[in-house]
T-cell receptor
Framework: NAGVTQTPKFQVLKTGQSMTLQCAQDMNHEYMSWYRQDPGMGLRLIHYSVGAGITDQGEVPNGYNVSRSTTEDFPLRLLSAAPSQTSVYFC?????????????FGNGTRLTVT | GQSLEQPSEVTAVEGAIVQINCTYQTSGFYGLSWYQQHDGGAPTFLSYNALDGLEETGRFSSFLSRSDSYGYLLLQELQMKDSASYFCAVSRPGAAGNKLTFGGGTRVLVKP
C-alpha cells in the first residue's frame, strides 16, 4: 500500500517557469489537500478538494492552480514560478472531508526557485 | 482570520513530562488535531479532540477546552525518539470540506 505519493522529490526552477507537482493516493480517500512549509514554520493550506470536480482555495492560493478529475490524483500547478515559492510542498489526503479523519501526508517535494 | 499560538521550543530530559499548549482564534470550529514531524520527514497524525476533555493514546494525551479556545498535548515518559516538532491544527468548515489551519509548531528537544 503506497499511501500518498508525491513526485518529484526535488525540483529547481528558474523564475517564470511553470511546472506541476504530482500527488496520487491509493486509499480511495475523498479529501485531498496541498500545503507549503517554509523553514521553521507551520504548514499553510494552498488548495483542497473533497472530491472530483470540487476544489476550494486555502490560505495561500495565489500563483497556484489545482484540478481534481479523479479520486486518486490532485496535481498542483505553479503558473509562473517566483523565488517566494521556494518551499517544501506536502500533499495530504484523508478518508472524509466533512468528518474528522486523520490526514495522511506524502513525503514532500522540495522546490527551489532561482 | 485564523490564528494559533504555541511555544516555539521546549527542552526536557528522557523520562520527563512535557505539555505543549495551543491557543486559537477561529471562525467556525470542528476540532483540534495534533501532528508530529521529525526533521526532514512528513507530518504524522497523533490525536484529535472535537469535544472538551482528555483523549489518551499511549504515552500521548490531548486536551481541549472549547470555551477557552485552548488545548494541549501531553507527552509522558519522554524518549529520545520524541525529539521532533509538534503542530496543533484547527479544523473548520470550508466550501470543499474541512479546512485545516496549523500553528507554527513546537520543537521538542529530548536530552539524555
Amino acid at each position: 500500500n503506497a499511501g500518498v505519493t508525491q513526485t518529484p522529490k526535488f525540483q529547481v526552477l528558474k523564475t517564470g517557469q511553470s511546472m506541476t507537482l504530482q500527488c496520487a493516493q491509493d486509499m480511495n480517500h475523498e479529501y485531498m489537500s496541498w500545503y507549503r512549509q517554509d523553514p521553521g514554520m507551520g504548514l499553510r493550506l494552498i488548495h483542497y478538494s473533497v472530491g472530483a470536480g470540487i476544489t476550494d482555495q486555502g490560505e495561500v492560493p495565489n500563483g497556484y492552480n489545482v484540478s481534481r478529475s479523479t479520486t486518486e490524483d490532485f496535481p498542483l500547478r505553479l503558473l509562473s514560478a517566483a523565488p517566494s515559492q521556494t518551499s517544501v510542498y506536502f500533499c495530504a489526503s484523508s478518508y472524509s472531508g466533512t468528518y474528522n479523519s486523520p490526514l495522511h501526508f506524502g513525503n514532500g517535494t522540495r522546490l527551489t526557485v532561482t | 482570520g485564523q490564528s494559533l499560538e504555541q511555544p516555539s521550543e521546549v527542552t526536557a530530559v528522557e523520562g520527563a513530562i512535557v505539555q505543549i499548549n495551543c491557543t486559537y482564534q477561529t471562525s467556525g470550529f470542528y476540532g483540534l488535531s495534533w501532528y508530529q514531524q521529525h526533521d526532514g520527514g512528513a507530518p504524522t497524525f497523533l490525536s484529535y479532540n472535537a469535544l472538551d476533555g482528555l483523549e489518551e493514546t499511549g504515552r500521548f494525551s490531548s486536551f481541549l477546552s472549547r470555551s477557552d479556545s485552548y488545548g494541549y498535548l501531553l507527552l509522558q515518559e519522554l524518549q529520545m525518539k520524541d525529539s521532533a516538532s509538534y503542530f496543533c491544527a484547527v479544523s473548520r468548515p470550508g466550501a470543499a470540506g474541512n479546512k485545516l489551519t496549523f500553528g507554527g509548531g513546537t520543537r521538542v528537544l529530548v536530552k539524555p
